[in-house]
């Protein structure tokens, strides 16, 4: 029953997620914004909504290990298993971007969020507030000088939604979402408690893959299709929003204390170390290019982390 559950929550969050994208593009361009701030603002956030339902109500809730187990999985999964399958079925080339923003970027929010818990294994109101305006400044200084590099352009959406549909599209997203939420967080905790484990070894393995599904299939498509495969930009992007995103804005309305010591311990130093990796695999041995065996070596320490978390 609570693995029913989490997966009626895994598609409910899905749903809703592609609905409030659908109706925030559409608004948006309807409001004539232009595409370039849709898809550095709408999109991002519109994209990163279920994380961030998931960590807000899971901090609500009193489940605060679930809110950050939640975002330090998914970063995990998104560099070690998405795109680790990624790129064993097709290589990429890595954007110039890459060390110039992106990776610079994803590695000063994961440090920043590091030494914010590291000592007092909490993220408070004033840090959340710190992050998440870090964040702001990083994409009014993306709009302005780096828009061509790294963003990418919003889809045509097709015809435009009429009043009425726009809103049940708000609506129905929505509730999808907090729904989504309610019983993802209920699987998770009845799953922990029918195994004996913490909250925090179901948040970073069950619930982040969860949440990384998306850009999974996504991915996949991608490469079935023979069209460019998900770029290491837009996982990075997410990891990004992830932590600034989606904890700032999570700690700003409610603290995280971490309980479970494996999340400070464990599981932030795998995160760091996954995403310093990948910058010695993105110009080694080839330059500017991920091929399958740096897919396998991504899979592979995915799977070391998985097995000693669960073991």
């Given at each position: 029953?609570?693995?029913?559950?989490?997966?009626?929550?895994?598609?409910?969050?899905?749903?809703?997620?592609?609905?409030?994208?659908?109706?925030?593009?559409?608004?948006?361009?309807?409001?004539?914004?232009?595409?370039?701030?849709?898809?550095?603002?709408?999109?991002?956030?519109?994209?990163?909504?279920?994380?961030?339902?998931?960590?807000?109500?899971?901090?609500?809730?009193?489940?605060?290990?679930?809110?950050?187990?939640?975002?330090?999985?998914?970063?995990?999964?998104?560099?070690?298993?998405?795109?680790?399958?990624?790129?064993?079925?097709?290589?990429?080339?890595?954007?110039?971007?890459?060390?110039?923003?992106?990776?610079?970027?994803?590695?000063?929010?994961?440090?920043?969020?590091?030494?914010?818990?590291?000592?007092?294994?909490?993220?408070?109101?004033?840090?959340?507030?710190?992050?998440?305006?870090?964040?702001i400044v990083?994409?009014?200084?993306?709009?302005?000088?780096?828009?061509?590099?790294?963003v990418d352009?919003?889809?045509?959406?097709?015809?435009?939604?009429?009043?009425?549909?726009?809103?049940?599209?708000?609506?129905?997203?929505?509730?999808?979402?907090?729904?989504?939420?309610?019983?993802?967080?209920?699987?998770?905790?009845?799953?922990?408690?029918?195994?004996?484990?913490?909250?925090?070894?179901?948040?970073?393995?069950?619930?982040?893959?969860?949440?990384?599904?998306?850009?999974?299939?996504?991915?996949?498509?991608?490469?079935?299709?023979?069209?460019?495969?998900?770029?290491?930009g837009n996982?990075?992007?997410?990891?990004?929003?992830?932590?600034?995103?989606?904890?700032?804005?999570?700690?700003?309305?409610?603290?995280?204390?971490?309980?479970?010591?494996?999340?400070?311990?464990?599981?932030?130093?795998?995160?760091?170390?996954?995403?310093?990796?990948?910058?010695?695999?993105?110009?080694?041995?080839?330059?500017?290019?991920?091929?399958?065996?740096?897919?396998?070596?991504?899979?592979?320490?995915?799977?070391?982390?998985?097995?000693?978390?669960?073991?």
């Open positions: 029953m609570n693995f029913l559950l989490i997966v009626i929550g895994l598609v409910l969050l899905v749903m809703g997620g592609h609905w409030l994208l659908k109706a925030a593009v559409d608004l948006s361009l309807k409001l004539e914004i232009p595409k370039i701030v849709i898809g550095m603002t709408v999109v991002s956030f519109a994209t990163s909504a279920p994380e961030l339902i998931v960590s807000v109500n899971a901090a609500l809730e009193g489940f605060p290990d679930i809110a950050m187990g939640n975002v330090i999985g998914s970063n995990l999964a998104n560099i070690g298993f998405v795109l680790g399958i990624t790129v064993v079925l097709s290589s990429i080339d890595v954007e110039r971007s890459f060390y110039k923003t992106d990776w610079p970027m994803m590695m000063i929010a994961s440090i920043m969020l590091f030494g914010f818990v590291i000592t007092d294994a909490k993220l408070d109101r004033l840090e959340g507030g710190m992050m998440f305006t870090f964040l990083f994409l009014i200084y993306l709009l302005r000088f780096q828009k061509p590099a790294v352009e919003v889809e045509e959406v097709g015809e435009p939604l009429s009043a009425v549909k726009l809103v049940l599209y708000l609506l129905f997203g929505g509730v999808a979402l907090w729904g989504g939420s309610e019983l993802l967080i209920r699987g998770a905790v009845g799953m922990a408690r029918f195994y004996n484990v913490s909250e925090r070894i179901i948040a970073v393995t069950v619930v982040s893959v969860g949440t990384s599904i998306p850009e999974l299939a996504a991915s996949v498509i991608a490469v079935l299709k023979k069209e460019k495969a998900i770029s290491l996982l990075i992007g997410s990891n990004i929003f992830n932590i600034l995103a989606v904890l700032g804005i999570t700690s700003m309305i409610t603290p995280i204390t971490i309980v479970d010591a494996g999340l400070l311990t464990n599981d932030i130093y795998w995160m760091l170390a996954v995403s310093f990796l990948i910058l010695p695999l993105v110009f080694f041995p080839k330059g500017l290019r991920l091929g399958w065996r740096d897919g396998i070596v991504l899979l592979g320490c995915y799977a070391v982390f998985v097995y000693l978390t669960v073991r």
